[in-house]
């Protein structure tokens, strides 16, 4: 399969849509009527054929215009990739994981020649064909997590692994849900939770970082995460937040289909060999409402997730002023059939809306 | 006496104790205004500890300087600010082996910045002691322009750098020693509520 | 979430591996060499880590952890060092009489629960014995980036002082070895003194040489955070007891030389588990009923959950009575 790759933005006139083969394979979070935080991880080993979870690192239709929008962040702001020192070695695995998988998942997008530490890495859809030593940093024109991570979809935090804690201690993130890598760097897995409400309480990080420590290198794990998002912004950091929040007050009746987007973050665990460290890869999709409603089962299910979601769960995610509009545009899709369970749109045995 | 009990908070907002003497080569001390009192009351509980004890105090307008003075610590600075003493800590903390001992006392700004220093110079946060005495001002970064505006003592405060509008949240962070404000009238500009005091 | 969750496989994925070298070293110690049966290449890993080598002794199931001891760098070849444990459980003597050069064996991804604190400024590393075996792979690792290391080995004699040739040819300035049979100790609290802030130190050894590091590193002041120690505990006998598996709905006898543990898989019941040393918590089982008294020796729950009688690490625990658990 070839891909290919829209010319789109993510900003100012927002060009960004998703064609029917993305909309077809968007990673529809919620597997039931209801949402609750869980410790949902499952392994991280492939998924259905052409599905977001087949690859180790997706690489979809947006992979260009989104590896353009980075670079656009990481000039305004350079604060958004940092490192602390003792994370290089950290940083070389991700490379190696990344370039390794990526040549073996898209072999005819990426190319990976090695002979012992001379490398050769060729990346056909952003023109790049670098060679390079591997674990010398002054042969790559940035340090190698941010080398590879500006042309790898999603954000990552690369977790250092000390005394049974995870420690946030290097990262790439310009498509955040709401929160800044630059605060947050070097606090433990606690620390950086601290604002998410509720999930403390049921004990739910305390298990989930039981469930990260025991990660090993060959089996990786996986999660879904999602939040909220008025127009296709991927930058919505609070660095910038006193920019892009007034976006929020544009929704109406009328534009609300094509402006409310789902973001749903497909994340991921992988442990790092060398450094034993951990990484963290949080990929970013977005769909719009009106999108979404092109498969009747994600109609019925999104109203009743949002309808019934907690009200803390709303206003953490940002859209508890904009939830009364969602839903009188979504009530317009559920007209109370049951749903199949799971997260796929079962489009050929789900019913059509009754209207 | 002015120990003031935070209300419970978030896991990344700093819980202070209550100094304590602790088997060490040397001990260091870094304190502000009332942190004074702190101090003595630790030397108070072990007679060695100011014999090996090095104190850089920064008073803050208050009037302790004396007093600890008399403790008789091997070392003794009055520092007119934190930023005029800063160097002299680095010093010290570079020049510092294994076995230090490190007691931070008096406001939360104080204590962060020094804890900072102190991990730079490789000491792991959890060694470190910290007992919160005097202001509950606090140390703000904008989120925006990363500037710090220091002594926080409302909610809302307009940052000192860029004049934007923060509302004052409870996420710290160690590596910046400052908590985070974040705009309040993003979504509805000039819509600022009267700023009340911290903790009122 | 999505279509197809695959469970993971308890203690991780393994690799076929056929055994390329077997090198004795000494009265005790033997070096075992793997390479991939498929001709491929290993992972990399962390000095510190280590592999479960999978044994298979007749009827019997035995997987023991070793600390991989090859320098990291080198991905054609693995290597472990076992000393015979005579009085052992039999895992060491299996490899050191059953093994031979051209086995088929099977042995788990490096999972590694000693690693380095690549912050520290200074990495001191207190080895006794056998627990030479991590520092080698950590040695090689930090050699590489330049890291500031010294390395002080105790050893009970020359003859017994694994690797200590090698050693004390490439690094003379930075390994300090100490005989015990020539009254020579390791001046612990004098080394201690003076290293720069941000010095970390490892301890591998018997449990007495670990408990004293930890207990003078304390004394003088250094850091909990800053001293590092691995122990492998091994599964002890005791005495035979009865425990109900209630999800699986059977009953097993848990013999005087096998683990908890052991007797669950021997019952073909799949449990979770990484290092079988009660140091990685893979293994915590809920308890559902216990009619007696637990041993607990694990490293991994806290004195109050031992207390509680809710929880259990079948790797190395045992039980004096019945018992019933969720599994
Ligand atoms: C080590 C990998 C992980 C990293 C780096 C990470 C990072 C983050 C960050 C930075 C936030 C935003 C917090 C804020 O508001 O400032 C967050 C939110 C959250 N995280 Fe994680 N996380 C990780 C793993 C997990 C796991 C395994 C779980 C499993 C339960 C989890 C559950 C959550 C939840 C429920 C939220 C709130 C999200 C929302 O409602 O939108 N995280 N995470
Ligand atoms: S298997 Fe690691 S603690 Fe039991």
Same mark, same amino acid.
């Given at each position: 399969?070839?891909?290919?790759?829209?010319?789109?933005?993510?900003?100012?006139?927002?060009?960004?849509?998703?064609?029917?083969?993305?909309?077809?394979?968007?990673?529809?979070?919620?597997?039931?009527?209801?949402?609750?935080?869980?410790?949902?991880?499952?392994?991280?080993?492939?998924?259905?054929?052409?599905?977001? !979870?087949?690859?180790?690192?997706?690489?979809?239709?947006?992979?260009?215009?989104?590896?353009?929008?980075?670079?656009?962040?990481?000039?305004?702001?350079?604060?958004?990739?940092?490192?602390?020192?003792?994370?290089?070695?950290?940083?070389?695995?991700?490379?190696?994981?990344?370039?390794?998988?990526?040549?073996?998942?898209?072999?005819?997008?990426?190319?990976?020649?090695?002979?012992?530490?001379?490398?050769?890495?060729?990346?056909?859809?952003?023109?790049?064909?670098?060679?390079?030593?591997?674990?010398?940093?002054?042969?790559?024109?940035?340090?190698?997590?941010?080398?590879?991570?500006?042309?790898?979809?999603?954000?990552?935090?690369?977790?250092?692994?000390?005394?049974?804690?995870?420690?946030?201690?290097?990262?790439?993130?310009?498509?955040?849900?709401?929160?800044?890598?630059?605060?947050?760097?070097?606090?433990?897995?606690?620390?950086?939770?601290?604002?998410?409400? $509720?999930?403390?309480?049921?004990?739910?990080?305390?298990?989930?970082?039981?469930? $990260?420590?025991?990660?090993?290198?060959?089996?990786?794990?996986?999660?879904?995460?999602?939040?909220?998002?008025?127009?296709?912004?991927?930058?919505?950091?609070?660095?910038? !937040?006193?920019?892009?929040?007034?976006?929020?007050?544009?929704?109406?009746?009328?534009?609300?289909?094509?402006?409310?987007?789902?973001?749903?973050? $497909?994340?991921?665990?992988?442990?790092?060999?060398?450094?034993?460290?951990?990484?963290?890869?949080?990929?970013?999709?977005?769909?719009?409402?009106?999108?979404?409603?092109?498969?009747?089962?994600?109609?019925?299910?999104?109203?009743?997730?949002?309808?019934?979601?907690?009200?803390?769960?709303?206003? !953490?995610?940002?859209?508890?002023?904009?939830?009364?509009?969602?839903?009188?545009?979504?009530?317009?899709?559920?007209?109370?059939?049951?749903?199949?369970?799971?997260?796929?749109?079962?489009?050929?045995?789900?019913?059509?809306?009754?209207? | 006496?002015?120990?003031?009990?935070?209300?419970?908070?978030?896991?990344?907002?700093?819980?202070?104790?209550?100094?304590?003497?602790?088997?060490?080569? *040397?001990?260091?001390?870094?304190?502000?205004?009332?942190?004074?009192?702190?101090?003595?009351?630790?030397?108070?509980?072990?007679?060695?500890?100011?014999?090996?004890?090095?104190?850089?105090?920064?008073?803050?307008?208050?009037?302790?300087?004396?007093? =600890?003075?008399?403790?008789?610590?091997?070392?003794?600075?009055?520092?007119?600010?934190?930023?005029?003493?800063?160097?002299?800590?680095?010093?010290?903390?570079?020049?510092?082996?294994?076995?230090? %001992?490190?007691?931070?006392?008096?406001?939360?700004?104080?204590?962060?910045?020094? %804890?900072?220093?102190?991990?730079?110079?490789?000491?792991?946060?959890?060694?470190?002691?910290?007992?919160?005495?005097?202001?509950?001002?606090?140390?703000?970064?904008?989120?925006?322009?990363?500037?710090?505006?220091?002594?926080?003592?409302?909610?809302?405060?307009?940052?000192?750098?860029?004049? =934007?509008? =923060?509302?004052?949240?409870?996420?710290?962070?160690?590596? =910046?020693?400052?908590?985070?404000?974040?705009?309040?009238? *993003?979504?509805?500009?000039?819509?600022?509520?009267?700023?009340?005091?911290?903790?009122? | 979430?999505?279509?197809?969750?695959?469970?993971?496989?308890?203690?991780?994925?393994?690799?076929?591996?056929?055994?390329?070298?077997?090198?004795?070293?000494? &009265?005790?110690?033997?070096?075992?060499?793997?390479?991939?049966? @498929?001709?491929?290449?290993?992972?990399?890993?962390?000095?510190?880590?280590?592999?479960?080598?999978?044994?298979?002794?007749?009827?019997?199931?035995?997987?023991?952890?070793?600390?991989?001891?090859?320098?990291?760098?080198?991905?054609?070849?693995?290597?472990?060092?076992?000393?015979?444990? /005579?009085?052992? +459980?039999?895992?060491?003597?299996?490899?050191?009489?059953?093994?031979?050069?051209?086995?088929?064996?099977?042995?788990?991804?490096?999972?590694?629960?000693?690693?380095? @604190?690549?912050?520290?400024?200074?990495?001191?590393?207190?080895?006794?014995?056998?627990?030479?075996?991590?520092?080698?792979?950590?040695?090689?690792?930090?050699?590489?980036?330049?890291?500031?290391?010294?390395?002080?080995?105790?050893? +009970?004699?020359?003859?017994?002082?694994?690797?200590?040739?090698?050693?004390?040819?490439?690094?003379?300035?930075?390994?300090?070895?100490?005989? /015990?049979?020539?009254?020579?100790?390791?001046?612990?609290?004098?080394?201690?003194?003076?290293?720069?802030?941000?010095?970390?130190?490892?301890?591998?050894?018997?449990?007495?040489?670990? &408990?004293?590091?930890?207990?003078?590193?304390?004394?003088?002041?250094?850091? /909990?955070?800053?001293?590092?120690?691995?122990?492998?505990?091994?599964?002890?006998?005791?005495?035979?007891?009865?425990?109900?598996?209630?999800?699986? /709905?059977?009953?097993?006898?848990?013999?005087?030389?096998?683990?908890?543990?052991?007797?669950?898989?021997?019952?073909?019941?799949?449990?979770?588990?990484?290092?079988?040393?009660?140091?990685?918590?893979?293994?915590?089982?809920?308890?559902?009923?216990?009619?007696?008294?637990?041993?607990?020796?694990?490293?991994?729950?806290? @004195?109050?959950?031992?207390?509680?009688?809710?929880?259990?690490?079948?790797?190395?625990?045992?039980?004096?009575?019945?018992?019933?658990?969720? +599994?």
């Amino acid at each position: 399969m070839t891909i290919q790759f829209n010319d789109e933005t993510f900003r100012d006139d927002y060009s960004f849509r998703n064609s029917d083969w993305a909309i077809k394979r968007f990673p529809f979070p919620f597997h039931e009527d209801s949402y609750m935080y869980a410790v949902n991880m499952e392994q991280h080993r492939g998924g259905p054929e052409g599905s977001v !979870y087949e690859k180790r690192f997706d690489v979809d239709e947006h992979y260009v215009s989104e590896m353009r929008d980075r670079a656009m962040v990481l000039a305004d702001d350079p604060l958004r990739c940092q490192s602390l020192p003792h994370m290089t070695l950290a940083g070389w695995d991700l490379l190696e994981l990344i370039m390794v998988s990526k040549s073996e998942d898209y072999p005819d997008l990426f190319e990976l020649h090695r002979d012992g530490n001379q490398w050769r890495w060729i990346n056909k859809p952003l023109g790049i064909d670098d060679s390079f030593t591997f674990l010398d940093e002054t042969t790559l024109p940035y340090g190698p997590m941010e080398y590879i991570t500006r042309q790898t979809q999603g954000d990552f935090c690369v977790l250092d692994q000390r005394d049974d804690m995870l420690w946030m201690d290097a990262g790439m993130v310009t498509t955040q849900a709401d929160w800044s890598l630059d605060f947050d760097i070097g606090m433990n897995f606690f620390e950086w939770h601290a604002p998410v409400p $509720l999930a403390h309480e049921k004990g739910i990080f305390v298990r989930a970082l039981k469930f $990260l420590l025991n990660i090993q290198q060959g089996a990786p794990a996986r999660r879904l995460n999602w939040t909220m998002t008025v127009n296709p912004l991927l930058d919505t950091s609070p660095e910038n !937040y006193h920019k892009w929040g007034i976006q929020k007050t544009t929704l109406t009746p009328e534009n609300i289909g094509s402006k409310q987007h789902l973001r749903v973050e $497909l994340q991921t665990f992988f442990r790092l060999p060398r450094s034993n460290a951990l990484v963290f890869p949080i990929r970013c999709y977005l769909c719009s409402f009106q999108d979404l409603m092109t498969m009747p089962k994600w109609g019925r299910r999104l109203h009743r997730v949002v309808r019934d979601l907690p009200e803390e769960l709303a206003t !953490y995610k940002g859209f508890i002023d904009n939830r009364p509009m969602m839903l009188d545009y979504l009530s317009q899709f559920d007209d109370g059939q049951p749903t199949s369970p799971g997260v796929w749109p079962d489009f050929e045995t789900e019913p059509p809306l009754k209207t | 006496m002015s120990k003031f009990q935070f209300p419970e908070s978030i896991k990344s907002r700093p819980v202070y104790g209550t100094l304590e003497p602790r088997p060490g080569k *040397a001990h260091l001390f870094v304190a502000d205004a009332e942190g004074a009192e702190a101090i003595i009351e630790v030397a108070a509980r072990d007679a060695g500890l100011m014999a090996k004890a090095h104190i850089i105090y920064i008073p803050k307008g208050a009037d302790f300087a004396d007093k =600890l003075h008399a403790l008789n610590p091997a070392q003794f600075y009055e520092g007119p600010t934190y930023a005029a003493s800063v160097q002299r800590l680095r010093h010290v903390l570079e020049n510092a082996h294994q076995g230090l %001992q490190v007691y931070l006392t008096g406001t939360e700004g104080l204590m962060g910045q020094a %804890q900072n220093e102190a991990m730079q110079a490789g000491i792991p946060h959890t060694a470190i002691q910290t007992e919160h005495r005097g202001s509950v001002a606090r140390r703000m970064q904008c989120v925006h322009c990363k500037g710090i505006t220091e002594d926080v003592m409302t909610d809302p405060f307009v940052c000192s750098h860029c004049g =934007l509008n =923060l509302f004052v949240r409870d996420h710290y962070s160690r590596r =910046l020693a400052a908590y985070q404000g974040v705009c309040i009238d *993003a979504e509805d500009p000039g819509n600022v509520p009267e700023p009340v005091e911290l903790y009122k | 979430m999505s279509a197809a969750p695959q469970k993971a496989k308890p203690g991780g994925q393994q690799i076929p591996v056929v055994v390329s070298a077997v090198v004795p070293l000494n &009265d005790l110690v033997t070096r075992f060499e793997f390479q991939r049966r @498929d001709g491929g290449l290993f992972p990399p890993f962390s000095g510190g880590a280590h592999t479960v080598v999978e044994m298979k002794d007749g009827d019997l199931t035995r997987l023991n952890p070793y600390s991989l001891m090859s320098d990291p760098a080198d991905s054609s070849t693995y290597a472990i060092s076992v000393r015979r444990e /005579d009085d052992g +459980r039999g895992g060491s003597l299996f490899m050191h009489r059953n093994v031979t050069q051209g086995d088929e064996m099977m042995i788990s991804y490096p999972v590694n629960l000693f690693s380095l @604190d690549l912050r520290a400024k200074k990495h001191m590393f207190f080895a006794g014995g056998i627990g030479i075996t991590p520092f080698m792979a950590m040695i090689a690792q930090l050699e590489q980036s330049n890291g500031n290391w010294e390395l002080h080995y105790a050893c +009970r004699t020359e003859s017994l002082g694994t690797y200590v040739d090698v050693l004390s040819y490439k690094y003379p300035n930075k390994v300090h070895v100490y005989y /015990d049979d020539q009254k020579q100790a390791i001046p612990l609290e004098d080394l201690l003194d003076g290293q720069p802030l941000g010095t970390n130190a490892y301890v591998c050894g018997p449990k007495g040489m670990i &408990d004293w590091v930890h207990a003078t590193a304390q004394a003088a002041g250094w850091p /909990d955070a800053q001293v590092h120690s691995e122990e492998f505990l091994k599964p002890e006998p005791g005495k035979e007891f009865e425990v109900r598996l209630c999800k699986s /709905d059977k009953t097993i006898t848990v013999g005087e030389n096998e683990s908890l543990l052991e007797a669950i898989e021997r019952a073909g019941v799949e449990a979770p588990f990484l290092c079988r040393g009660g140091a990685c918590g893979q293994c915590e089982t809920d308890v559902v009923k216990a009619d007696g008294e637990f041993v607990h020796r694990d490293h991994w729950l806290d @004195d109050e959950q031992h207390a509680s009688g809710e929880k259990i690490m079948p790797c190395v625990s045992r039980f004096l009575g019945t018992l019933e658990l969720d +599994r």
